[in-house]
C-alpha cells in the first residue's frame, strides 16, 4: 500500500512558480513510476508529467513542456513538479499518482495509488 499526499499549491500570479510536492509512503519508493495530472473544474482530468522509478526518464505534456519540470528524491520518498512561467489556464487541482507500471502511469489509466490533490490558482 502506498499513500500519496501533495502540498505546496496556492495563489499564482500569470508568470510566476510554484513548487508542489508529492510525499509517498512506500517502502521500495523506487519500484513506483510517479506521474502528476490535473484536473479544472468542469473539465476531464490531464496528464502534466510523469518520471520513472529511478527518476532517470522523464515525459511531458506539451501543454506544460519546457515550464514544468518533474524530479524525485527517492531517499526522502518525494516527488516534485516545479511550475514556472504559470498562465491562468493551468489553475487547477493537481494530483500525484504512482504505480509500477510506468506504461500505466503514462496513460494515465487503472493506477494504483492517487493522493488527494492540491489546488492551484493562477491569476491574470
Known amino acids: 500500500q502506498v499513500q500519496l499526499v501533495e502540498s505546496g499549491g496556492g495563489l499564482a500570479q500569470a508568470g510566476g512558480s510554484l513548487r508542489l510536492s508529492c510525499t509517498a509512503s512506500a517502502r521500495r519508493f523506487h519500484d513506483y513510476a510517479v506521474g502528476w495530472f490535473r484536473q479544472a473544474p468542469g473539465k476531464e482530468r490531464q496528464f502534466v508529467a510523469d518520471?520513472?522509478?529511478?527518476?532517470?526518464?522523464?515525459y511531458y505534456a506539451d501543454s506544460v513542456q519546457g515550464r514544468f519540470t518533474i524530479s524525485r528524491d527517492n531517499a526522502k520518498n518525494m516527488v516534485y513538479l516545479q511550475m514556472n512561467s504559470l498562465k491562468p489556464e493551468d489553475t487547477a487541482v493537481y494530483y500525484c499518482a504512482a504505480d509500477d507500471s510506468s506504461f500505466k502511469v503514462r496513460r494515465g489509466e487503472d493506477i494504483k495509488y492517487w493522493g488527494k490533490g492540491t489546488l492551484v490558482t493562477v491569476s491574470s
Open positions: 518520471v520513472t522509478g529511478s527518476g532517470r526518464y522523464t
